[in-house]
Structures are given as C-alpha cells and as structure tokens.
C-alpha cells in the first residue's frame, strides 16, 4: 500500500508539474488572456477537469507559488523572537529577494522579464494580483488581532495590516516597473530592492508625523 501511495503521489506531482510548464510556455508565447484551460489540458494531455482539480483558476496557473509566499509570511511574523516589532520582521521578510530575483543567470533574467511582461498586459492578472494582496491584508490583521487580543471592531490591526501590505505591493511594483523600463542585471535590482526597502523601513519605524512637512 505504501509503494502505491508513493507512486500516486510521484504520477500527481508529474502531472502537475506538466500543467504548469505547459501553461508557463503557452502563456509567454502568446500571453495570458489569449490561452485557454482548454488548449493547456490538450498541450499537456489531460482533461481539463484534471486542470482544474489542480489548480481551481486559470490564474493560479501563474501564481500558485503565492500560498506558500503567505504561509511563510505568517509564520515571519508570529515566530519573530521576543521584543521584535511587527514591521522588523515584515520587513525582512519581504525585502529579502527570492524566486527568479534571488537567481544571477541570464535565463533566470529572461523568464523573468517576460513574466512580467505577461502581467503587465494583462487586465485578468492584474486584478488578481490586487486580490491576493487584499488576502494578505486579511490574514496579517487576523493574525495581529489575535496576537494582540483586539476586539472584532478595533481598526489598529487593519491599519497596520494595509499599512504592512501596501509597502510589499510598492517593493512588487518596483521590480516589475524596473524590469519593464529595461533593467537587466538582475543582481543590482536586487541590492536596489533592499535600499530602497530598508529606506522605507526606516520612515515607517520614525512614523509619518516628520514627512513632507510644508514650508
């Protein structure tokens, strides 16, 4: 029973993992909104039941690493050692380049760049993107009104969570404005992200009463 279990589990991790190259190629080649499930579940010979059983939205073709960023978040914040701010280990956490930014190979740069690209044309996963960045807002002051035992009805978490979120959405969109304008080495983007983060931090942790005082 155990090699069986074993073998299903190996045959679902190669369909899966099929799928999503299947769809990755198809969409760069010809963007997101010009590809349907049903030509992904023909290209990679499944049905598109079994598409779907794997990932429930055609967007989760192209952000199905999101789940794992959120739950390795969460546990950034609530494993933070003792006397550490929420915003440190946010902050550190979000700053901190992964994926194909955290790679320095030219095929790294070009996939990455051409994701991008994707996104940046396409109404379907923009809206998306704004979704998954609400979702974070909700589970980050979930977690804060419980850490801090806030009643139902406080705002304090809420503020930080969109506070905390906002700024990670800003670092998103900073990369991808950076690649789109041309940035190619993907090590510099990288070390600019964490300056520019790390200047961010700093106006966040001074607070907003001393910023862009007019004279």
Known sequence: MEIQSGLRERKKK?????????????????????VSVAEIAREAEVSEATVFNYFPTKEDLVYHGLETFETELLAAIS???????????????????RGLLAAEDQASQATLLSITRM????????????????????????????????????????????TLV??????????????????????NLANDLRREGEK?????????????VKE
Do not use: C, M
């Open 200 to 212: 961010a931090l700093q106006l966040l942790r001074g607070g907003l009463s001393n910023y862009a």
């Open 79 to 97: 494993q933070r050692p003792i006397g550490d701010s929420v915003l440190d280990a946010f902050g550190h956490f979000v700053i901190e380049p």
């Open 119 to 162: 996104i940046a044309t396409s109404p379907t996963l923009l809206a998306r993107q704004r979704q998954i960045l609400a979702s974070y807002t909700e589970s980050v002051a979930a977690l804060l009104q419980e850490e801090t035992g806030s009643s139902p009805q406080a705002i304090e978490p809420w503020i930080v969570a969109s």
């Open 14 to 34: 190669r369909t899966r993992l099929t799928i999503l190259e299947t769809a990755k190629r198809l969409f760069l080649e010809r963007g997101f909104d010009n």
């Open 166 to 187: 906002g700024f990670h959405g800003t670092l998103v969109d900073y990369v991808q404005r950076r690649l789109l304008e041309g940035t190619s080495d993907l090590s």
